[in-house]
């Protein structure tokens, strides 16, 4: 384990972050675009959005989320440079103690397929593979039920 912080994701953080996600998320859709999803992010539960920081640089992140009756986790992302150090396990587990919290009882996430080892990490933090199907629809692209 490196000498590292976590900190909630405060305005200086902000280059840091995107320069991070850029390189970890690379080639995002619109909607993921690290700049509106920070924009976001700063106006829904901004004390769920944490990073982690070496020296002041900004080497890993995730974002969370909780409704009143399931948590979210999402853009969890560690540098290149630093993974397989207990980072993003770092992130996630302080994740989970802020939404147990809130009285958060069960945490979800997706794992966008193909799988490039995220699976394996969550695995390793008791994440299990459930039976559900997975399934989204975008709002933005005109009124709910059309
Ligand atoms: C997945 C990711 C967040 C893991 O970050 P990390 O800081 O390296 O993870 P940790 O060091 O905390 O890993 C803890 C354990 O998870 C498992 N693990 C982590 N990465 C793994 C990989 N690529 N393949 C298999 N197992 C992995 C290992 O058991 C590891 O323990 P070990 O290093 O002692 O073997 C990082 O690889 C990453 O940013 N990937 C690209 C973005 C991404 O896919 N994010 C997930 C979005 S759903």
Redesign the pocket.
């Known amino acids: 384990m490196c000498a590292m912080t976590i900190e909630i994701y405060g305005d200086h953080h902000h280059d840091g972050v995107v320069d991070l996600w850029r390189e ?2 690379p080639n995002p859709s619109p909607w993921n675009e690290p700049e509106a999803v920070i924009l976001k992010k700063r106006q829904v539960q901004p004390e769920l959005f944490f990073v982690a920081l070496e020296n002041d640089r900004i080497i ?1 992140t995730t974002i969370a989320g909780y409704d009143g009756h399931r948590g979210w986790l999402y853009s ?3 540098s290149p440079a ?9 992130l996630v587990t302080h994740a989970e103690r802020v939404l147990t919290k809130l009285g958060c009882a069960k945490l979800n ?4 397929v193909p799988d ?3 699976a ?2 969550y695995r ?2 008791g994440f299990e593979i459930e039976d559900r199907i997975s399934m989204g629809k975008r709002l933005d692209r005109g009124p709910a039920g059309v």
């Not at 993974?83 to 396990?89: C, D, H, M, S, V």
């Not at 996430?109 to 966008?112: E, Y």
Request: net charge positive; aromatic share 12%; glycine share 16%.
């Open positions: 970890v998320f890993g969890l992302g560690v630093w993974r397989r150090k207990g980072i993003a396990t770092s996430l997706q794992v966008r490039n080892g995220a394996a990490f390793s933090l």
